[in-house]
C-alpha cells in the first residue's frame, strides 16, 4: 500500500518571502501526486496535479510542484507567499486505481507573518 | 454554482443517537466519498461509492453507513454515535477517471457528547 509524508506539521514565513513544504511518498511505480489547499472552515481544493510527463508541474495561485523520482518526493513551492495563502496544504499519493485508493498525508498548517 | 452541499453545517449530538449527514452533489460525478478530518490525523475515508448503486468501505467505516439511490445524493449515517466520531465530515466528488481530481464540500462539524 501506498504512503504519504508530510513532516513539517506547521511552517511559519514571512509575507513576500519564498516557500517549500515537503512530500515524500512511498510505492512501488509512478503514483498520481495531489496537493490540496484547505482554508479555514472550508473543504479542500485542488492547487495541482501530477500524473506523467513534465516534472515540475503548474497550479493555481502561483503554486508550482517539482516530482523527484529519485528522492520519492513531490514537494509544493511558491517564489513569493501572500497573507492570502494561510492554509492547510495536504500532498496526497493515489495509484492506479479509483480515488478509493487515494491516501492524504496529515497536512502542513502554514502560517503569514508580516 | 455547482458543487457540493454539505448539511448541516454543524451539530451536536448526544451519544446514542442516530444522525444522517446529508450530501448533495450537481456535477453529475459517478464517485462519491465520505471522509472524516481529525487533528494530526489528516482525512481518512469512511466510504465511497463508484457510481450509484453501489457503496465501499474506506479505512475507517466502523459505525457508519451509506446509501446511494441515485447519483447526487450521498448521505451518511451514524446509527447511534459514540463521542469518537466528533469530527469535522467531508463529502467530496469526482468523475470515474483514474487520477480525476476530488470536488470538496464545506464540511459538517459534529461534537457528540
Known amino acids: 500500500a501506498q504512503s504519504v509524508t508530510q513532516p513539517d506539521i506547521h511552517i511559519t514565513v514571512s509575507e513576500g518571502a519564498s516557500l517549500e513544504l515537503r512530500c515524500n511518498y512511498s510505492y512501488g511505480a509512478t503514483p498520481y501526486l495531489f496537493w490540496y489547499v484547505q482554508s479555514p472552515g472550508q473543504g479542500l481544493q485542488l492547487l495541482l496535479k501530477?500524473?506523467?510527463?513534465?516534472?515540475l508541474v503548474q497550479g493555481i495561485k502561483g503554486f508550482e510542484a517539482e516530482f523527484k523520482r529519485s528522492q520519492s518526493s513531490f514537494n509544493l513551492r511558491k517564489p513569493s507567499v501572500h497573507w492570502s495563502d494561510a492554509a492547510e496544504y495536504f500532498c496526497?499519493?493515489?495509484?492506479?486505481?479509483?480515488?478509493?485508493?487515494?491516501?492524504f498525508g496529515t497536512g502542513t498548517r502554514l502560517t503569514i507573518i508580516p | 454554482i455547482a458543487g457540493i452541499t454539505q448539511a448541516p453545517t454543524s451539530q451536536i449530538l448526544a451519544a446514542g443517537r442516530r444522525m444522517t449527514l446529508r450530501c448533495t452533489q450537481d456535477?453529475?460525478?459517478?464517485?462519491m466519498y465520505w471522509y472524516r478530518q481529525d487533528l494530526g490525523l489528516g482525512l481518512r475515508l469512511i466510504h465511497y461509492?463508484?457510481?450509484?448503486?453501489?457503496?465501499g468501505k474506506g479505512e475507517v467505516p466502523d459505525g457508519y453507513s451509506v446509501s446511494r439511490a441515485n447519483t447526487d445524493d450521498f448521505p451518511l449515517t451514524l446509527a447511534s454515535a459514540v463521542p469518537s466520531q466528533t469530527s469535522v465530515y467531508f463529502c467530496a466528488s469526482s468523475a470515474r477517471d483514474r487520477g480525476s481530481p476530488l470536488h470538496f464540500g464545506n464540511g459538517t462539524r459534529l461534537t457528540v457528547t
Open positions: 501530477y500524473f506523467s510527463g513534465d516534472t
Open positions: 496526497a499519493v493515489g495509484v492506479n486505481f479509483g480515488n478509493e485508493k487515494l491516501t
Open positions: 461509492s463508484n457510481t450509484a448503486g453501489t457503496t
Open positions: 456535477m453529475r460525478h459517478n464517485a
